[in-house]
């Protein structure tokens, strides 16, 4: 059996320091315990406050300090978010609590022999954990053992880098473990002042004691300890972490916020826990929900909610954090807050199960429609849904009546390059090569530009001029004849017609010119080919 130890030594400091916006991070911080410092960043320390000052002293050395409190449902969401990290590379993923959680920061243990082989051994194993953590932005120190609690003890003696402690078997677990203090398990914590009095802080100093002696002196809970986390003693069994249906997190703001920008930077910390969560069951998001509450104090009028709500649909289910967060930019950047808000709440429960597309070498037309696609996504963030238009094709010969504008859907967009690759139904045969040739022979090449109104030309001896130059017709008539229905009846017969300098207009005439009133008589220009 192998444990992979994932321990968070500042997790209560930094999980403090991410709701903070990016200027008040730079000054100096420091999170505060029952009556004094605990931690501070660095800012802090070169004016000369160091963890265990009390609080009046540390103000005294910084009147400028922030601090900070520990919040334990804060902390419980961040080791949540690591622990659905570790779900993506094993379904065996538990937590270690600690008997006090304000000394002893939490630590995620996966158990990962069953996963070596599909990740090629442990090292890669280790490089892709570590890769997935980045963007939860938190410290992180690993470690590995044959044991569970062996690994916990492991990490939190383990430092960053270089420093991790990583053990293959038993023996190498003991050896690694003799200089670590027992105040790392909670036995040892409860005993600490007579163990360190007698000069038995660490494991190695107790494993050479007689154990008979030290049971009667400090009773069975210690050595039972001690032996589990050597592996000399059958571990509990431990309480597995399972994945939500639905994903629910909250953070709250130090600060009111009054504008969108400061809403998108408390957004920015819960949309990795979201993708987090959807990466560990094979998903991608595809709707999810932002709601702002506002100060309770501002919502005595009936106009003011309870909470803003901002609803965000994809196209395309995607686990792309750049993406995700370009399109609740943008969104937020178009809303107008009724009252400062205090808290924000991310909800979602439409993800798409299966993993995303493979990453492609060369340009296909799969990735070209996901690039369309995100552009009118963001776009329509941008600019409104109803700001973005397509052209669609209406049953009218008239070529000013044969198209219209409608509001483009990006979702029908996505529909279409998901069904690409599909073979033709057999329901549905092809059409032979014959009847397609003869097809594309009787419809004749359409401009792609049109006039708003077609333009009067000149004549002379009944050949059309445009800009006092003869044209030269070079393909036609193409007669079309509609409208009875809603106007009078257009009869035309189009030409293609080349310019002096090489160029191509559309061109037409009146099918009768005798029975059509003056003004439609002659020659009219109606599009030009690019």
């Given at each position: 059996?192998?444990?992979?130890?994932?321990?968070l030594p500042?997790?209560?400091?930094e999980?403090?320091?991410a709701?903070?916006?990016?200027?008040?991070?730079?000054?100096?911080?420091?999170?505060?315990?029952?009556?004094?410092?605990?931690?501070?960043?660095?800012?802090?320390?070169?004016?000369?406050?160091?963890?265990?000052?009390?609080?009046?002293?540390a103000?005294?050395?910084?009147?400028?300090?922030?601090?900070?409190?520990i919040?334990?449902?804060?902390?419980?969401?961040?080791?949540?978010?690591?622990a659905?990290?570790?779900?993506?590379?094993?379904?065996?993923?538990?937590?270690?609590?600690?008997?006090?959680?304000?000394?002893?920061?939490?630590?995620?243990l996966?158990?990962?022999?069953?996963?070596l082989?599909y990740?090629?051994?442990?090292?890669p194993?280790?490089?892709?954990l570590?890769?997935?953590?980045?963007?939860?932005?938190?410290?992180?120190?690993?470690?590995?053992?044959?044991?569970a609690?062996?690994?916990?003890?492991l990490a939190?003696c383990?430092?960053?880098?270089?420093?991790e402690?990583?053990?293959?078997?038993?023996p190498?677990?003991?050896?690694?473990?003799?200089?670590?203090?027992?105040?790392l398990i909670?036995?040892?914590?409860?005993?600490w002042?007579?163990?360190?009095?007698?000069?038995?802080?660490?494991?190695?100093?107790?494993?050479?004691?007689?154990?008979?002696?030290?049971?009667?002196?400090f009773?069975?809970?210690l050595?039972d300890?001690?032996?589990?986390v050597?592996?000399?003693?059958?571990?509990?069994?431990?309480a597995?972490?399972?994945?939500?249906?639905?994903?629910?997190?909250?953070?709250e703001?130090?600060?009111?916020?009054?504008?969108?920008?400061?809403?998108?930077?408390?957004?920015?910390?819960?949309?990795?826990?979201?993708?987090?969560?959807?990466r560990?069951?094979?998903?991608?998001?595809?709707r999810?929900?932002?709601?702002?509450?506002?100060?309770r104090?501002r919502?005595?009028?009936?106009e003011?909610?309870?909470?803003t709500?901002l609803?965000?649909?994809?196209?395309?289910?995607s686990?792309?954090?750049?993406?995700?967060s370009?399109?609740?930019?943008?969104?937020?950047?178009?809303?107008?807050?009724?009252?400062?808000?205090?808290e924000?709440?991310l909800?979602?429960?439409?993800?798409?199960?299966?993993?995303?597309?493979?990453?492609?070498?060369?340009?296909?037309?799969?990735?070209?429609?996901?690039?369309?696609?995100?552009?009118?996504?963001?776009?329509?963030?941008?600019?409104?849904?109803?700001?973005?238009?397509?052209?669609r094709?209406?049953?009218?010969?008239?070529?000013?009546?044969?198209?219209?504008?409608?509001?483009?859907?990006?979702?029908?967009?996505?529909?279409?390059?998901?069904?690409?690759?599909?073979?033709?139904s057999?329901?549905?045969?092809?059409?032979?090569?014959?009847?397609?040739?003869?097809?594309?022979?009787i419809?004749?090449?359409?401009?792609?530009?049109?006039?708003d109104?077609?333009?009067?030309?000149a004549?002379?001896?009944?050949?059309?001029?445009?800009?006092?130059?003869?044209l030269?017709?070079?393909?036609?008539?193409?007669r079309?004849?509609?409208?009875?229905?809603?106007?009078?009846l257009?009869?035309?017969?189009?030409?293609?017609?080349?310019?002096?300098?090489g160029?191509?207009?559309?061109?037409?005439?009146a099918r009768?010119p005798?029975?059509?009133?003056?003004?439609?008589q002659?020659?009219?220009?109606?599009?030009?080919?690019?």
């Amino acid at each position: 059996m192998l444990w992979i130890a994932l321990h968070l030594p500042r997790l209560s400091f930094e999980s403090w320091l991410a709701v903070l916006s990016p200027e008040q991070r730079e000054q100096p911080a420091a999170l505060m315990g029952a009556r004094d410092v605990l931690m501070c960043n660095p800012a802090a320390q070169r004016l000369g406050v160091r963890p265990g000052l009390q609080r009046v002293t540390a103000l005294a050395l910084a009147p400028q300090l922030q601090l900070g409190r520990i919040d334990a449902a804060r902390d419980r969401q961040v080791l949540t978010s690591v622990a659905h990290v570790a779900l993506a590379f094993t379904p065996a993923v538990c937590c270690a609590e600690p008997s006090e959680p304000a000394a002893a920061p939490g630590t995620v243990l996966l158990q990962v022999q069953a996963s070596l082989r599909y990740f090629g051994g442990l090292t890669p194993l280790l490089q892709r954990l570590r890769a997935a953590l980045v963007p939860l932005n938190c410290t992180v120190q690993f470690a590995s053992a044959p044991t569970a609690q062996g690994a916990a003890v492991l990490a939190c003696c383990a430092g960053n880098g270089s420093d991790e402690l990583h053990a293959t078997d038993l023996p190498q677990l003991e050896g690694l473990l003799g200089a670590a203090p027992l105040w790392l398990i909670g036995a040892g914590r409860a005993q600490w002042d007579t163990l360190d009095s007698m000069g038995l802080g660490t494991f190695g100093a107790l494993r050479r004691l007689p154990r008979p002696a030290l049971r009667r002196r400090f009773g069975p809970a210690l050595l039972d300890e001690i032996d589990t986390v050597l592996g000399m003693r059958c571990e509990p069994p431990p309480a597995w972490i399972t994945l939500p249906e639905t994903f629910e997190a909250r953070i709250e703001l130090q600060t009111r916020a009054d504008t969108t920008d400061q809403l998108f930077h408390g957004a920015q910390l819960l949309i990795e826990p979201l993708l987090a969560w959807a990466r560990a069951q094979q998903a991608r998001v595809r709707r999810y929900t932002l709601f702002m509450h506002h100060e309770r104090h501002r919502r005595q009028g009936a106009e003011v909610p309870v909470a803003t709500e901002l609803s965000i649909a994809l196209a395309e289910a995607s686990c792309d954090a750049a993406h995700i967060s370009l399109l609740l930019r943008e969104r937020l950047a178009h809303l107008s807050l009724p009252a400062p808000t205090l808290e924000l709440r991310l909800h979602c429960a439409d993800v798409v199960r299966g993993s995303p597309h493979s990453a492609e070498l060369f340009a296909s037309a799969r990735g070209e429609r996901e690039g369309l696609v995100r552009l009118i996504e963001r776009l329509q963030a941008r600019l409104g849904a109803e700001q973005v238009q397509q052209l669609r094709p209406m049953a009218d010969h008239r070529p000013e009546c044969d198209a219209t504008f409608h509001a483009v859907s990006a979702d029908a967009v996505g529909s279409t390059s998901r069904q690409t690759g599909r073979r033709p139904s057999p329901a549905r045969p092809a059409v032979p090569e014959r009847e397609r040739s003869n097809a594309q022979a009787i419809s004749a090449p359409r401009p792609v530009w049109l006039l708003d109104e077609p333009q009067r030309l000149a004549e002379r001896q009944s050949r059309p001029l445009l800009d006092g130059q003869p044209l030269q017709l070079l393909c036609g008539p193409e007669r079309i004849e509609a409208g009875w229905w809603d106007a009078p009846l257009a009869g035309r017969d189009y030409f293609i017609a080349q310019t002096s300098d090489g160029a191509l207009v559309w061109l037409y005439r009146a099918r009768l010119p005798l029975s059509v009133a003056e003004d439609a008589q002659g020659w009219f220009v109606h599009g030009r080919f690019g």
